[in-house]
């Protein structure tokens, strides 16, 4: 019995909870929240996910081009193959784009505790059908390691209504043997739980670093300026994401904290955009 067989077989669900947030930066702009509610059974996952994405009211120039506020809500089902020298991932996701995402609701509940300059919620994109497919491949650079060390290969395509790209990079992770077959969901740009690649549970600490770069056809996200009065937003196409994290983990839970920062979206954009993501996992 392979290990991802003898997991799926012989261990509950696994549960967790992915919050993406610009808050260890206190910017609070553009891609400034993200939640993943999921649930991995035999590796099929299912989930909720809500993301919002705002001008940079803090910190923002008069006159500077910025993003209008957008907020994404998604019910997605995943598929995940566990083989000896690779992990795939295949997702598909629907849900809405705009005001139907509740966006604006989220913020100002989390605004009441924290905080915030004020957005206007009225310049935000309008409701659309949001639909993707996401496809994407880890390839371990030793396929004989059972533990995954070493060097990561990823990449894959998400192909949507909304927001279309393929993406291509690496990371490498060291730690406990029971751990470094983690792989970052942040760099595979899909679902991934917090299990390692063969779909073991992670014990131990581990830590990483790690590179991609995306190629954009289409970010509808992008599609409008804050300001009415300015023209559309030009997307950039070739876009750098670094990102750096740690985990521990037990056999029936885990916690992980990773920091990623990505190169300019659009192009009058101040700068580079830099957030954290943290991901709490219970297995029961």
């Given at each position: 019995m392979?290990?991802?067989s003898?997991?799926a077989?012989?261990?509950?669900?696994?549960?967790?909870?992915q919050i993406?947030?610009d808050?260890?930066?206190?910017?609070?702009?553009w891609y400034?929240?993200?939640?993943?509610?999921?649930r991995?059974?035999?590796?099929?996952?299912?989930?909720l996910?809500?993301?919002?994405?705002?001008p940079?009211?803090k910190h923002g120039?008069?006159g500077r081009?910025?993003?209008?506020?957008?907020?994404?809500?998604?019910?997605?089902?995943?598929?995940?193959f566990?083989?000896a020298?690779?992990y795939?991932t295949?997702?598909?996701?629907?849900?809405?784009?705009?005001?139907?995402?509740?966006?604006?609701?989220?913020?100002?509940?989390i605004?009441?505790?924290v905080?915030a300059?004020?957005?206007d919620?009225?310049?935000?994109?309008?409701?659309q059908?949001d639909?993707?497919?996401?496809?994407?491949?880890?390839?371990?650079?030793d396929a004989?390691?059972p533990?995954?060390e070493?060097?990561?290969?990823?990449?894959?395509?998400?192909?949507?209504n909304?927001?279309?790209?393929a993406?291509?990079?690496?990371?490498?992770r060291?730690g406990?043997p029971g751990?470094r077959?983690l792989?970052s969901?942040?760099?595979?740009?899909?679902?991934?739980?917090?299990?390692?690649?063969?779909?073991?549970?992670?014990e131990?600490w581990?830590?990483?670093?790690g590179?991609s770069l995306?190629?954009?056809?289409?970010?509808?996200?992008?599609?409008e300026?804050?300001?009415?009065?300015k023209?559309?937003?030009?997307?950039k196409?070739?876009?750098v994401?670094?990102?750096?994290g740690?985990?521990y983990?037990?056999?029936w839970?885990?916690?992980?904290l990773?920091?990623?920062q990505?190169?300019?979206?659009?192009?009058g954009q101040?700068?580079?955009?830099?957030?954290?993501?943290?991901?709490?996992?219970?297995?029961?």
């Amino acid at each position: 019995m392979t290990a991802a067989s003898a997991h799926a077989a012989g261990y509950p669900a696994d549960w967790y909870v992915q919050i993406d947030n610009d808050v260890v930066f206190g910017t609070d702009r553009w891609y400034t929240s993200g939640v993943r509610m999921a649930r991995v059974s035999r590796d099929i996952e299912w989930a909720l996910v809500q993301e919002i994405y705002t001008p940079d009211t803090k910190h923002g120039e008069e006159g500077r081009s910025d993003r209008a506020p957008a907020g994404r809500l998604l019910a997605s089902v995943a598929r995940h193959f566990r083989g000896a020298s690779a992990y795939q991932t295949v997702e598909l996701a629907l849900g809405v784009r705009g005001p139907g995402a509740l966006a604006r609701q989220s913020t100002d509940v989390i605004h009441r505790l924290v905080p915030a300059p004020e957005v206007d919620w009225s310049r935000q994109l309008k409701n659309q059908v949001d639909a993707t497919v996401t496809w994407t491949r880890t390839q371990r650079s030793d396929a004989k390691s059972p533990t995954g060390e070493g060097l990561k290969l990823h990449f894959g395509t998400v192909l949507g209504n909304q927001v279309m790209f393929a993406h291509a990079g690496a990371e490498y992770r060291i730690g406990s043997p029971g751990a470094r077959g983690l792989s970052s969901p942040l760099l595979r740009f899909a679902p991934t739980p917090p299990v390692t690649d063969s779909g073991a549970p992670a014990e131990g600490w581990s830590a990483f670093a790690g590179a991609s770069l995306r190629g954009v056809a289409r970010n509808e996200l992008l599609s409008e300026d804050y300001d009415p009065t300015k023209p559309a937003l030009t997307v950039k196409r070739g876009i750098v994401r670094v990102a750096a994290g740690a985990s521990y983990s037990q056999r029936w839970w885990s916690v992980s904290l990773t920091l990623a920062q990505d190169t300019r979206e659009f192009a009058g954009q101040r700068s580079p955009h830099a957030f954290g993501s943290l991901t709490l996992h219970l297995t029961f």
